[in-house]
């Protein structure tokens, strides 16, 4: 599997809740170590220099994507929000942020791992509360447990993404049309 972090769902934090792969499958863990979580809030553009982190973070991120997924789940599926998940995310959201900073080469986001998830809870908050919710739809690949905000016209995205999940998807179809296409002779 490839370890690296992608982000094609949208909105940072469904790509957050998206680093836990394959969930009802392999279940692909992408936050292995405190250097890979930190390597997420840098690639994912949140934070500029990130302090190191300790096993507690990794933990912490954990269980803040878990109920962030959980409450996805309920709002695409129309349900109530699950309590336990809404006061892990409100308590995460309620901690210090990331906090820009000027400096000379213009705007720097420094931040420690508690910083960054903060920031990441309140992204979940807004996503959760605010226009884009029925625009939430799960990848149409089996495998794939990734929830996207489809903005395509006329709402027809099918895949978190194309070169992720749709060219797979699409190649496979094709292979098995073509297996049971009758030859061609002439």
Not at 132 to 144: A, F, I, Q
């Amino acid at each position: 599997m490839n370890l690296d972090h992608v982000f094609v769902c949208g909105h940072p934090a469904l790509d957050f809740a998206a680093t836990l792969r394959a969930r009802r499958s392999a279940r692909f863990e992408m936050f292995v170590t405190p250097g890979r979580l930190n390597a997420w809030y840098l690639e994912s553009g949140l934070v500029d220099t990130i302090t190191p982190g300790v096993e507690e973070d990794v933990r912490a991120a954990v269980t803040v994507r878990e109920a962030v997924y959980r409450l996805l789940t309920n709002r695409r599926l129309g349900e109530e929000f699950d309590r336990e998940a809404l006061a892990v995310l409100n308590g995460a959201a309620r901690e210090t942020p990331v906090t820009p900073q000027l400096s000379p080469a213009g705007r720097h986001n420094e931040a420690t791992p508690a910083q960054a998830l903060a920031t990441v809870a309140r992204q979940a908050v807004e996503l959760l509360s605010g226009p884009d919710v029925p625009l939430l739809k799960e990848c149409g690949n089996p495998e794939c447990t990734r929830v996207y905000v489809d903005r395509s016209r006329g709402l027809r995205r099918q895949w978190c993404g194309m070169e992720s999940c749709g060219n797979k998807i699409k190649a496979a179809a094709y292979r098995a049309r073509k297996k049971t296409a009758p030859a061609v002779t002439g």
